[in-house]
């Protein structure tokens, strides 16, 4: 029988029920992929977290060192992720509160790198994530595809759409739009990129709630047909925004039906983005040795990883 401890929180949210919902597994080692894809795809989440010690001892001493680090992936119900922002906080969250509550910060080891998440100098129930910074590109899309972007949207035509690295933002003029959006997700999913997030400088609409930019992520592709409140897009519009207004600190808002605020600060290689996290419940998964097994030989049978992947999966976290 596997011990797995799981917490669900919300991220970037100010109330229970608010920001996004992420699910993070507390794990002594990893479990097979297969098995965590599906316990992803059982938590109907936009992403589960997976968390490994690297050193089962590393929790904080207590001396003002980082707790860590800590190995960590990302699933939403159908795929792993690159990265993910909200579930990275989601899972600060548990470590600092669970694992190591004196410890000023914690450090995650990912595919994509280091992530560092501390505590908010200046609000003790926020964390401040630094997350790469996302470069954007404005691309000129034909006729064509600036109709089906515009059809994708419900009808909204873009004022300008720029590319990162795996998704595409458009702008739009007016931030009401934004909100209105009624998207087609066979039609998002059509589209080239990966995801699609749609964004708007907020000019003082009341619907912005004193934010300085409003927007919304659309990601079929990925099982999310709309994320509720999305790390990486902040990565690129604040410092976009950031740059239109001559501002080194903003507050996003992301209109989603949840609703999710952010406070981002852009550096000139990353930015840091600030957020607070809710509990909703603990407990712990009943995953035995049988279930795990049929899960992963399941997977190999109709060639869903490779077989290296489910050999290995069960040894402990590795660099």
Same mark, same amino acid.
């Given at each position: 029988?596997?011990n797995?401890?799981? #917490?669900?929180?919300d991220a970037f949210?100010e109330?229970l029920?608010a920001?996004?919902p992420?699910?993070? @597994?507390l794990?002594?080692?990893?479990?097979?992929?297969?098995?965590?894809?599906?316990?992803a795809?059982?938590?109907?989440?936009?992403?589960?977290?997976?968390?490994?010690?690297?050193?089962?001892?590393?929790?904080?001493?207590?001396?003002g060192a980082?707790a860590?680090? #800590?190995?960590?992936r990302? #699933?939403?119900?159908?795929t792993?992720?690159?990265? @993910?922002?909200?579930?990275?906080? =989601?899972?600060a969250?548990?470590?600092l509160? &669970?694992?190591?509550? /004196?410890?000023?910060?914690v450090?995650?080891?990912? +595919?994509?790198?280091?992530?560092h998440?501390?505590?908010?100098?200046?609000?003790?129930?926020?964390? @401040?994530l630094s997350l790469? &910074? /996302?470069?954007?590109t404005?691309?000129?899309?034909?006729p064509?595809l600036l109709r089906?972007?515009?059809?994708?949207l419900g009808?909204?035509?873009?004022?300008?759409?720029?590319e990162?690295?795996?998704?595409?933002?458009?702008?739009v003029?007016?931030?009401a739009?934004?909100?209105?959006i009624?998207?087609?997700a066979a039609?998002?999913?059509?589209?080239?990129?990966? =995801?699609v997030?749609?964004?708007s400088l907020?000019?003082?609409?009341?619907?912005?709630?004193?934010?300085?930019?409003? @927007? +919304?992520? #659309?990601?079929?592709?990925l099982?999310?047909? /709309?994320?509720?409140v999305t790390?990486?897009?902040h990565?690129?519009?604040?410092p976009l925004?950031?740059?239109?207004?001559a501002?080194?600190?903003?507050?996003?808002?992301?209109l989603?039906p949840?609703?999710?605020?952010?406070?981002v600060m852009?550096?000139?290689d990353h930015?840091v983005?600030?957020?607070?996290v809710?509990e909703y419940s603990?407990?712990r998964l009943?995953l035995?040795?049988?279930?795990v097994e049929?899960?992963t =030989?399941?997977?190999?049978a109709?060639? +869903?990883?490779p077989?290296?992947?489910a050999?290995?999966?069960?040894?402990r =976290?590795?660099?």
């Amino acid at each position: 029988m596997r011990n797995v401890r799981i #917490f669900h929180l919300d991220a970037f949210a100010e109330r229970l029920f608010a920001g996004n919902p992420a699910a993070v @597994c507390l794990m002594d080692a990893w479990l097979p992929v297969p098995v965590m894809q599906a316990i992803a795809a059982e938590n109907r989440l936009s992403e589960t977290a997976f968390l490994v010690p690297e050193d089962p001892g590393g929790f904080g001493t207590g001396d003002g060192a980082a707790a860590g680090p #800590f190995h960590l992936r990302w #699933f939403t119900p159908t795929t792993e992720m690159p990265m @993910c922002g909200h579930a990275t906080l =989601a899972a600060a969250h548990v470590v600092l509160s &669970r694992l190591a509550p /004196e410890a000023p910060a914690v450090v995650f080891r990912t +595919r994509g790198g280091l992530l560092h998440v501390a505590r908010d100098p200046e609000a003790d129930d926020r964390l @401040c994530l630094s997350l790469p &910074r /996302e470069r954007l590109t404005g691309i000129e899309p034909r006729p064509a595809l600036l109709r089906a972007i515009t059809a994708a949207l419900g009808g909204v035509v873009p004022a300008a759409v720029l590319e990162g690295r795996h998704d595409w933002y458009v702008l739009v003029e007016d931030p009401a739009e934004v909100e209105v959006i009624r998207p087609d997700a066979a039609a998002i999913s059509a589209l080239p990129p990966r =995801a699609v997030a749609v964004a708007s400088l907020a000019d003082g609409a009341s619907l912005a709630d004193g934010a300085d930019y409003v @927007c +919304r992520f #659309f990601a079929p592709k990925l099982g999310v047909p /709309e994320d509720p409140v999305t790390g990486i897009v902040h990565a690129g519009l604040a410092p976009l925004f950031a740059d239109m207004l001559a501002r080194d600190r903003l507050d996003g808002l992301q209109l989603s039906p949840r609703r999710g605020r952010v406070t981002v600060m852009p550096r000139p290689d990353h930015i840091v983005l600030t957020g607070r996290v809710v509990e909703y419940s603990e407990g712990r998964l009943v995953l035995n040795r049988l279930d795990v097994e049929r899960t992963t =030989a399941a997977a190999l049978a109709v060639g +869903r990883l490779p077989l290296t992947l489910a050999a290995g999966a069960g040894l402990r =976290a590795r660099g």
